[in-house]
């Protein structure tokens, strides 16, 4: 039997799409587009938003919204550029040794390259920082601790557990039951920092909001696993341990114990990272 398809006309402008239909769309789904005139975020100048292009970017690729629709093809073509560069850096950061932590060129040519992406992303508020890997955040705290004189650092994995636990052995730090009012995942975006209540240590965002990368490599288990609270560094480092859930996750992500192994490399818009401070 032939699958049926269905059809139907949705609004030309994705951002008034359902929050499920912005995050992904269905190949079982035929829809109707129309152009879209808009002023580049980044240059100002008039732009077009095709309804080509919204079949490619929503449909084939399959893509959550992001700056395709705000961007023109200049300024995309010029964040793609960026991108490129900056993975590069994350690369060889990757596989170098120590010594490349402390070539101030590489720091400053890393900088730099951070300043201009940032010049191509709207950041609203105060939400968290996404887009943002796993060497991305190790290279940003030997900048901050130079900067600062003081010692930050990720997380161990035991140590982020025991810091969103806040004393509480259930599913979430509030208890067994899941309750929307306590986590941030409304399916759609990012939400400003704070705004749930706090574990009982006073942390905010420990269930959603944006992934948070800690020190430990991948591991299926934790049989063998460090039993002074010290981080896993070895194993298969190329994937790194993150924790705490997104927004695009169900409570079933959003569990205390719930875990997730991203590529230490890989940008995208729902992980982010928080730091640990030496005394």
Not at 102 to 111: G, R, T, V
Not at 245 to 260: C, E, F, K, Q
Request: glycine share 6%.
């Amino acid at each position: 039997m032939a699958r049926q398809v269905k059809s139907g006309v949705v609004a030309a402008d994705p951002s008034k799409w359902s929050p499920k239909s912005q995050q992904t769309i269905s190949f079982h789904y035929i829809r109707e587009y129309s152009d879209i005139s808009y002023n580049c975020w980044r240059c100002k100048k008039a732009a077009v938003f095709t309804a080509e292009d919204q079949r490619y970017t929503y449909e084939i690729k399959k893509a959550p919204i992001d700056q395709r629709r705000i961007l023109c093809e200049e300024c995309w073509k010029e964040l793609h550029r960026i991108d490129r560069d900056i993975k590069s850096c994350q690369q060889s950061w990757s596989e170098s040794k120590k010594s490349l932590k402390l070539d101030k060129e590489f720091l400053a040519n890393w900088l730099q390259l951070l300043v201009s992406r940032a010049a191509y992303v709207p950041y609203h508020g105060n939400r968290p920082v996404i887009y943002v890997s796993w060497h991305y955040a190790q290279q940003f705290i030997v900048w901050l601790n130079k900067k600062t004189g003081r010692t930050y650092r990720l997380p161990t994995e035991s140590g982020w557990e025991y810091a969103a636990r806040a004393g509480t052995s259930t599913a979430y730090y509030w208890g067994d039951a899941f309750d929307s009012t306590r986590a941030a995942n409304d399916h759609s975006r990012t939400e400003p920092v704070g705004a749930h209540p706090p574990n009982a240590f006073g942390l905010y965002d420990m269930a959603g909001n944006v992934w948070q990368c800690v020190e430990d490599c991948n591991h299926d288990s934790y049989a063998n696993a460090p039993t002074d609270g010290s981080a896993w560094t070895t194993g298969d480092c190329t994937y790194r341990v993150s924790r705490g859930g997104a927004w695009i996750n169900d409570p079933t992500g959003l569990r205390v114990s719930y875990r997730a192994s991203p590529n230490a490399l890989g940008l995208v818009n729902y992980q982010g990272f928080r730091l640990a401070q030496d005394q």
